[in-house]
Structures are given as C-alpha cells and as structure tokens.
C-alpha cells in the first residue's frame, strides 16, 4: 500500500472516530447529518456526470451544503417518542461545543483544523433543526473521495443502537475495499482506536468493544454490514462485508 493510500485510511479513520466521546445521541445526531449531506452530494455528482474528483466544483451552487433533520426523524434516531427541551438543550452544547474536527497528517507532520458547521438554526416552530456545513466539510470529501465505499449510510446509523455498536460501524468503513475488507489488528492498537480512556482487562474489552457490537449489527437486518471477528493471541482479525441493498 503506497503512501497516499496509508495516508488517507488514516485521516478517514480519525475523522469516523473523531466524535466517538460524546454521548451516543450527540455521535448519532453528528454522523446522521454528515451521512444526509453525503447521500445529497453524491445525488448531485450523479446528475451532472461528475465524480469525487470533481467535488469543488459543487461549492459554487446555491444551497449545496445545507440540509434540514425534522424532530420526527431526531424520535426515530433517538428512539424516543418526542423531542424534549432538555434533549434539544443538549444538541445545542454539543454542536457548540464540537463544531471543529483536529486532524493529524504523520506524514508531512501537520494537524488540521477543520471547522464543521458555518451555522446551525433549531426551528422549534416548524419542528427541525437546519445544518449549513462548512466549505471544510468539503475537505472531508476530498480525503474519502479515493475510497467512496467508506460511505457513511445514514439508513445504517438509524439503526445503531449504543456507542458500542457506533464506533466499531465507523471503524469497520475504514477496513472496507470496494464490498469487503479485512485487517489483523494488535489489541493494543485496538484500544487506541475503539477506546481510548478504557482501563479494563483485554476480555471485557474485547468483548464490549468489538465482539458484542459485531455480533449486534450483523445480526441487525436493517444495517448493510457484516463484521466478522477472529481473536489469534494478541491480534483481532476484523472482517467486514458491505450487503447489497
């Protein structure tokens, strides 16, 4: 795998991970959005014959990167019957408090600052909550548009259902080439990537970080990934397989 490869599975997997110590509904509530705006620029790219390498060329267009979530959608994401002040009280720290993304690039030692959101408008009247991205979500575009099946299906992310089963779904897009991907990782490695401020011994976290969670969402019939676990020792061998819908 040449340099450029190495490099951009690793800014992709920080960005997949960058979120993974809010709350479950903070990490949904992010990814979900990113995974609507994903599905409206990949529609668009589609219309006017163009691929990921034509991507800024969109910047231009009137109302590319703003997308709106309604409070029904947030009960099903959320799994709640309604919307809560204290619930949207919440989303509003969350966004203002994690609006920026810090990339690190090994390679050429430098670290990004990537600024997410150019404005958030939560619409209590009409019951939604509207997303302007950033020109930089764009960059985050650009570092994905070399490996587009690391999709974020924002279908899949519905149906996740705790920060367990969030992190390792995130993970497993970044092991993934074309439909399938497989990866033999150090437990170690591992934890620095699934659970960063976990103190428990190698069998629980293994067990609560990747093998329960992977069992979870491969038997969960509404999220289009298979992830199969193998333990050799110290090593996990990750394999992912992404359903044809």
């Given at each position: 795998?040449?340099?450029?490869?190495?490099?951009?599975?690793?800014?992709?997997?920080?960005?997949?991970?960058?979120?993974?110590?809010?709350?479950?509904?903070?990490?949904?509530?992010?990814?979900?959005?990113?995974?609507?705006?994903?599905?409206?620029?990949?529609?668009?790219?589609?219309?006017?014959?163009?691929?990921?390498?034509?991507?800024?060329?969109?910047?231009?267009?009137?109302?590319?990167?703003?997308?709106?979530?309604?409070?029904?959608?947030?009960?099903?994401?959320?799994?709640?019957?309604?919307?809560?002040?204290?619930?949207?009280?919440?989303?509003?720290?969350?966004?203002?408090?994690?609006?920026?993304?810090?990339?690190?690039?090994?390679?050429?030692d430098e670290t990004y600052i990537l600024f997410v959101y150019k404005g958030v408008t939560i619409d209590r009247k009409n019951k939604?909550?509207?997303?302007?991205?950033?020109?930089?979500?764009?960059?985050?575009?650009?570092?994905?548009?070399?490996?587009?099946?690391?999709?974020?299906?924002?279908?899949?992310?519905?149906?996740?259902?705790?920060?367990?089963?969030?992190?390792?779904?995130?993970?497993?897009?970044?092991?993934?080439?074309?439909?399938?991907?497989?990866?033999?990782?150090?437990?170690?490695?591992?934890?620095?990537?699934?659970?960063?401020?976990?103190?428990?011994?190698?069998?629980?976290?293994?067990?609560?970080?990747?093998?329960?969670?992977?069992?979870?969402?491969?038997?969960?019939?509404?999220?289009?990934?298979?992830?199969?676990?193998?333990?050799?020792?110290?090593?996990?061998?990750?394999?992912?397989?992404?359903?044809?819908?």
């Open positions: 795998m040449n340099k450029i490869n190495l490099k951009n599975i690793n800014m992709l997997r920080q960005v997949l991970q960058q979120y993974r110590e809010l709350t479950f509904n903070s990490n949904k509530f992010f990814y979900y959005s990113y995974g609507k705006l994903d599905i409206k620029i990949q529609a668009i790219l589609k219309s006017s014959n163009k691929t990921y390498e034509d991507i800024e060329d969109l910047i231009s267009i009137d109302d590319l990167l703003n997308i709106s979530i309604s409070f029904d959608e947030l009960t099903i994401l959320f799994g709640c019957k309604r919307i809560e002040t204290k619930t949207l009280n919440n989303i509003i720290k969350n966004i203002s408090n994690n609006s920026s993304m810090i990339i690190n690039n090994e390679f050429e939604s909550i509207h997303i302007e991205f950033n020109d930089d979500a764009i960059r985050l575009f650009e570092n994905i548009r070399t490996m587009p099946f690391c999709r974020i299906d924002f279908e899949d992310i519905l149906n996740l259902e705790n920060k367990y089963q969030m992190n390792l779904y995130l993970y497993a897009l970044t092991i993934l080439r074309g439909s399938e991907g497989v990866i033999t990782m150090k437990i170690e490695n591992l934890r620095n990537i699934l659970g960063e401020n976990s103190v428990i011994d190698d069998y629980n976290f293994i067990n609560r970080f990747i093998t329960k969670p992977a069992k979870e969402i491969t038997e969960n019939n509404n999220i289009n990934l298979d992830i199969h676990i193998v333990r050799a020792k110290s090593n996990i061998k990750i394999r992912v397989n992404r359903l044809l819908k």
